[in-house]
C-alpha cells in the first residue's frame, strides 16, 4: 500500500512562494507517476500538476502554468511543488497523489491510485 505525506502548507501574501513535499513509502517509487491536485472550498478537486515517474516529462493546468514547478527526487522518494506568484485563487487544500497503475502524466481523478491527507495553502490579498 502506497503511503503520501505532504508537507509546507502554510499562510502567504499574494506575490509569495511556498514548496510543498510528498514523502512517499510503501512501494517502489519509480513505478509511479506523481501529481497535485488542489481543493478549494464550496469547490470540486481539480488538477495542479504531474511528473512521469522520470521527471522528463511534466503536465500543468492552465491556471498554474508558468507559477508552479513541479519535481521528483527519486533518490529521496519525494515530489515537490514550488508554487511561485500565488494569488489568493491558489487558496485551497492541495493532495499529493500516485498514478494508477502508470509511469506517465495524467490530470484526472480517474488516474489516481493513492492520495495523500492533504495540506492547507493559503494566499492572502
Known amino acids: 500500500q502506497v503511503q503520501l505525506v505532504e508537507s509546507g502548507g502554510g499562510l502567504v501574501q499574494a506575490g509569495g512562494s511556498l514548496r510543498l513535499s510528498c514523502a512517499f513509502s510503501g512501494r517502489t517509487f519509480t513505478n509511479y507517476a506523481m501529481g497535485w491536485f488542489r481543493q478549494a472550498p464550496g469547490k470540486e478537486r481539480e488538477f495542479v500538476a504531474a511528473?512521469?515517474?522520470?521527471?522528463?516529462?511534466?503536465l500543468y493546468a492552465d491556471s498554474v502554468k508558468g507559477r508552479f514547478t513541479i519535481s521528483r527526487d527519486n533518490a529521496k522518494n519525494t515530489v515537490y511543488l514550488q508554487m511561485n506568484i500565488l494569488k489568493p485563487e491558489d487558496t485551497a487544500v492541495y493532495y499529493c497523489?500516485?498514478?494508477?497503475?502508470?509511469?506517465?502524466?495524467?490530470?484526472?481523478?480517474?488516474?489516481?491510485?493513492?492520495w495523500g491527507q492533504g495540506t492547507q495553502v493559503t494566499v492572502s490579498s
Open positions: 497523489a500516485a498514478g494508477k497503475d502508470t509511469r506517465l502524466v495524467f490530470n484526472t481523478i480517474q488516474r489516481v491510485g493513492f
Open positions: 511528473i512521469s515517474w522520470g521527471g522528463r516529462s511534466t
